[in-house]
């Protein structure tokens, strides 16, 4: 029979053994996360912030990150994509835009879901503007863009984004010349460029629609 010593050194090799069982599970799963940890940083690099450089030293930064960039441009660095401080892959290619950016010809989104076409316009540097009108169909098309795709430009593109079934129509008048707040209207009206009086306007007289877009001018 066990004494009460005998068994008082059986607990106290049990918590022993126990402890040593429980620093070892904790140690593998620390060893684990660290393993994780290295293979996740292997080859990827952060994004430095080149933002008021000229193109020439902004390349040699990123040289240093182990990236190489595009330039779109000229003049110092406005804006990058990837943003400085993201983590990416190395040898990526970051793109540059520039204070002076070329005019780049207006890809055709028409058709394209919102999300995709937003993420192709800042992929070539533009700046978005979305006006929703309602539409027959699925919603979250772009049904119209200006400029015109294939326009030569740079600036900002305005998407014309279907938001779902149209509820008023009207018949439209010709509004050319006339001042944009007399037309009376009760569909939606999309005001484009600046001036007092309609330019032009789509669609086009007798035409119905539950939308217009009035091209502003002198």
């Not at 009460?4 to 050194?9: E, R, T, Y």
């Not at 904790?26 to 912030?49: A, Q």
Request: charged fraction near 25%; proline fraction near 5%.
């Amino acid at each position: 029979m066990w004494s009460a010593q005998d068994a008082k050194a059986g607990i106290e090799s049990m918590r022993g053994f126990l402890l040593v069982l429980a620093g070892l599970v904790l140690g593998g799963v620390f060893f684990l996360i660290l393993m994780r940890l290295s293979i996740e940083m292997v080859g990827t690099t952060t994004v430095p912030n080149v933002v008021g450089l000229t193109p020439e030293k902004a390349r040699e930064l990123l040289k240093h990150s182990h990236l190489s960039c595009e330039i779109i441009g000229s003049g110092r660095v406005l804006r990058t994509h990837p943003k400085a401080g993201e983590r990416v892959k190395e040898n990526r290619v970051v793109k540059l835009y520039c204070e002076e950016q070329k005019k780049m010809s207006v890809p055709n989104l028409v058709g394209v879901q919102l999300s995709m076409a937003e993420r192709i316009l800042k992929e070539y540097g533009y700046d978005i503007q979305k006006v929703f009108f309602p539409f027959k169909g699925s919603d979250g098309r772009v049904m119209g863009m200006f400029p015109e795709p294939g326009s030569s430009f740079s600036g900002t593109v305005t998407l014309l984004v279907d938001k779902g079934e149209p509820k008023i129509f009207e018949r439209l008048s010709d509004f050319r010349g006339m001042s944009p707040e007399r037309t009376d209207l009760k569909i939606d009206v999309l005001k484009v460029g600046q001036g007092r009086r309609v330019k032009d306007q789509y669609p086009k007289p007798d035409v119905i629609s539950s939308w217009v877009i009035f091209i502003l001018g002198r």
